[in-house]
């Protein structure tokens, strides 16, 4: 069910770090392929505006809309028909993910320089950002949390959510996204949720919609957040620049770190928790422990049988981008995770928060038995829209930061800029720029103070 990869001995020696990424697992996922595609449904979105929103609404989620923007009272319905457990752990997920990202705010610095001379970092929100829900084998309320709490802990004050609608939908809700993600929006006080999926959904966020007597629909955004598919993930590049981007997300992964201390049962377990998302996700194990492999194995097999999306988690776990990985020991398999960059990385050994502390390259680190990728899912606190595909070796998941703007203030006094005029002439000439320097001199009578 699930390959094999053994780089004990000297096969991992021979290996530098370019090369390590290429022989580990990782899901295919060509975002280039699909911007021919993605393409033309912008263009059309940013031509046609909302009649285009409700074509590509037919063509891509077989649901016309009507009304693009959900009305206020069916956002309000779906909270009050949303049975009370699922409030309730919404309510308490909402909790947790406040207290962690409120302690994420930052404060201004003021820097003296020189006396009179003083640079503020001032920390600005961003002013709109849109935020994208998906909504294809699986209803996300959870993504509306995890996007939703940074921003409005950052102090964003401007929020619209687009999911795509569902045609299974019915009643009240027909047009419309699955209501339990309409819940989560009235329950965090998000007013403005479209019925949009897909690139269209982010074209939208770029460009706004107007419908043709002129009538604006949307505004454009500054920033766009949240997961999505493969068309989601090449739309984000295709507008970079016409709107800001958190990253573009891939298929989701999970590395599991373990030594003949770990349960099997439980890293069995959280393998397939991730492979349930999408045939393309990626379940890896890095063991040192050829034992525990083969118990992993047969657990799998027996678990695998019982799940509800059995097909899909085969698929998953049987595809490329899935693996057991041998190696020697507990620091040669740090130093295959590091290489891999894992989205969601567990550490099941020994001295495991030890370990831990050691990883340089993961989205999100869950220390020993009791910290399984799905806490992190809904209710560690923690965000749970993280890095994919190796790019958290170079970017963080979602957080307060991912809404706000350093931007600096300077402030000079004459006395303190006439201490410095030197410098900066001296600086503007050597890079052939001296008009840099003119406009220093030109306060003190076009010449050095």
């Not at 699955?178 to 007013?191: F, K, M, Q, S």
């Not at 959904?201 to 505004?219: K, L, Q, S, W």
Request: net charge negative; glycine share 8%; hydrophobic share 45%.
């Amino acid at each position: 069910m699930i390959s094999r990869i053994d780089l004990r001995g000297d096969a991992l020696a021979r290996l530098d770090a370019r090369q390590l990424r290429t022989v580990l697992p990782r899901a295919e996922f060509d975002v280039d392929a699909a911007l021919g595609t993605v393409r033309p449904i912008c263009e059309q979105v940013r031509e046609h505006g909302a009649e285009a929103l409700r074509d590509l609404g037919e063509r891509f989620d077989h649901v016309r809309p009507t009304q693009l923007r959900v009305p206020a009272e069916v956002l309000a319905s779906a909270l009050r028909d949303l049975p009370s457990d699922v409030r309730s752990a919404l309510e308490e997920s909402i909790r947790r993910a406040r207290l962690v990202h409120e302690d994420q705010r930052r404060v201004d610095t003021v820097t003296q320089v020189v006396p009179g001379g003083v640079v503020i970092e001032r920390h600005v929100p961003v002013e709109r950002v849109g935020l994208y829900v998906p909504g294809g084998r699986a209803v996300y309320p959870s993504s509306v949390v995890m996007n939703v709490v940074p921003a409005q802990v950052a102090g964003v004050g401007s929020l619209a959510v687009a999911s795509p609608p569902q045609a299974d939908n019915t009643g009240a809700y027909a047009g419309y996204p699955h209501p339990t993600i309409l819940a989560a929006c009235e329950l965090l006080g998000v007013d403005e949720v479209y019925t949009v999926g897909g690139a269209q959904a982010i074209a939208m966020f770029a460009y706004g919609a107007r419908e043709d007597d002129g009538t604006v629909v949307c505004e454009p955004v500054n920033l766009v957040t949240g997961p999505g598919n493969i068309y989601v993930a090449a739309a984000k590049r295709l507008l970079q620049g016409v709107i800001g981007i958190d990253a573009e997300a891939g298929p989701t992964e999970i590395a599991i770190l373990a030594d003949d201390s770990a349960d099997a049962q439980y890293v069995a377990a959280d393998l397939i928790s991730q492979a349930e998302h999408d045939p393309l996700a990626a379940s890896v194990l890095v063991t040192d422990s050829p034992e525990l492999a083969d118990a992993v194995e047969t657990a799998l097999q027996e678990r695998v049988s019982r799940t509800k999306h059995e097909i899909r988690v085969k698929e998953a776990l049987s595809g490329a981008q899935s693996g057991i990985v041998l190696v020697d020991d507990v620091e040669a398999g740090v130093r295959v995770v590091d290489a891999y960059g894992a989205e969601h990385l567990e550490i099941q050994t020994r001295d495991a928060a030890e370990v831990a502390a050691g990883i340089r390259n993961a989205g999100a680190i869950f220390v020993g038995d009791y910290a399984p990728v799905s806490l992190g899912d809904y209710a560690a606190g923690s965000n749970h829209v993280l890095p994919t595909g190796g790019c958290a070796c170079h970017s963080a998941g979602l957080s307060v930061q991912s809404f706000l703007r350093g931007i600096h203030v300077v402030d000079y006094t004459r006395e303190a800029l006439a201490d410095v005029a030197a410098t900066v002439v001296t600086l503007a000439n050597s890079e052939d720029l001296p008009a840099h320097g003119q406009a220093v001199t030109a306060r003190f009578g076009d010449a050095l103070p």
